[in-house]
């Protein structure tokens, strides 16, 4: 048996269901801060205080608040394969607000309003109203039975007390796990060596005039197309939050809006109540209407964000993907290891790939190799562009990135996201794990929802965006690349002989 709350419970099935508290549910006190939504469907927070403005968002925040138990009724029950077991009880000052009784006592036949409350009825007409439920193909009631306590006194024993040994074994091995649970190994071993990760620092260097790019040493003239030009985000702050701020921002603004610029800036001003950051508003709209401006290569025909509309992008793609064994316990544990992708990877990937290069992190790497794949990967994909290359529906999976590459000393430009850095940058990190793993989810997706699914056909490959070296419509090529994307498409092989690993169908020892 185990014990799961709603929301972990989310996208999971279990045999038997069993629900005690659904007929439970404290409201309390109101909020002095109340969170809700507006009528243009805005999320807000009301700083206000007393007033009738504060009254009505209250009374937002509870309606929200009753419809979100609802939401999460409907999880609780819809998790079962076989049986769902739910208590009730009516004897609660609680049990008006509950999103089982509204649902059972509420809810009128033939209607879809469920009320935010509902009075307690009469004792002697629960099984009467929910008979009424079992003819209509409900469920069934059962009465629970009181049972009286043992009147027998108590006796004090005289068994001499001692702490239990606890003498099971606790299963490590399956695991619900992540991308990033994966590779916080990898970033363990590299704080031990003394490596710094790349990641981004925590202060952004000052930015000099653009002419003082060029007053010393002067670059290459092969490269002086890619260094003339200026990151649009080179005087934006770094960090974690921020890139949560950026991401936040790329996933609900709407390239279609009339004013794409506004759209964005109002996306910067709502995101910021949660991602708190010292920037520039506008500013940050400016350097973003440029990144969305910036081709994105090849693999997506060329194409930019701005051309690419809400329709043609599945947004924050979540995914509970099933690994060797999935919840068959008798499975071996040891059968497949991280360290099992190096060989796929040397076999299907030329010397030159440089997503070839993390089969040599993981051998390097006991601790990150060693990890045994076994229960479920969870995750979420940043977006899935669909996109007509060549006559051809492709779906490329997309990630952002915030990182500074550039010299700390110097101004950032796309010279410091060309290419051949992007290449080292990834082959130097975890990416390419979170590249593997994310390109199987996609072609699982793809497998099982698009009709005549081919994955030579329709698996377009991994965009890594950096987005400080997206500088615009005129962001410069080397070799027909634009600086600021990382586009690679693997090989259908590896892609399904790596998936067949993942679900315990192909021995990783003999790969």
Known sequence: MQLVTIHGSKGLQYPVVYLPTLWNRYVGRDPEIPLFHDEAGRRCLDVGGPSPFHREAVARYRREDAGESLRLL???????????????????????????????????PGADVVPDEQALVAEDRLPEILGHWREAGGPSLELATLVPPDPAPLTRSTDELAVRAFTRVVDTAWRRTSYSSLSAASLAHAHDAGLAPLSEPEEVPEVEDAESLFAADAPDPAELATTAVASPMAELPVGATFGSLVHAVLEHADPAAVDFRAELLGHIHEQLVWWPVEIDPEHLADALVEVCSSPLGPLAGDRTLLEIGLPDRLRELDFELPLAGGDDVSYPVHKVRLGDLAPLLRRHLPDSDPVRTYADGLDADADLAAQPLLGYLTGSIDVVLRVDVDGAQRFVTVDYKTNWLGDLDAPLTSHDYRPAVLDEAMASSDYPLQALLYTVVLHRFLRWRLPGYDPAVHLGGVLYLYLRGMCGPDTPRDDGAPCGIFAWRPPVALVEDLSALLDGALQGASA
């Open 74 to 108: 409907y999880v609780a029950l819809t998790r079962a394969q076989s049986q769902v077991v739910a208590w009730y009880s009516a004897a609660e000052h609680n049990t008006p607000a509950s999103p089982l009784h509204r649902m059972l006592f509420g809810r009128r």
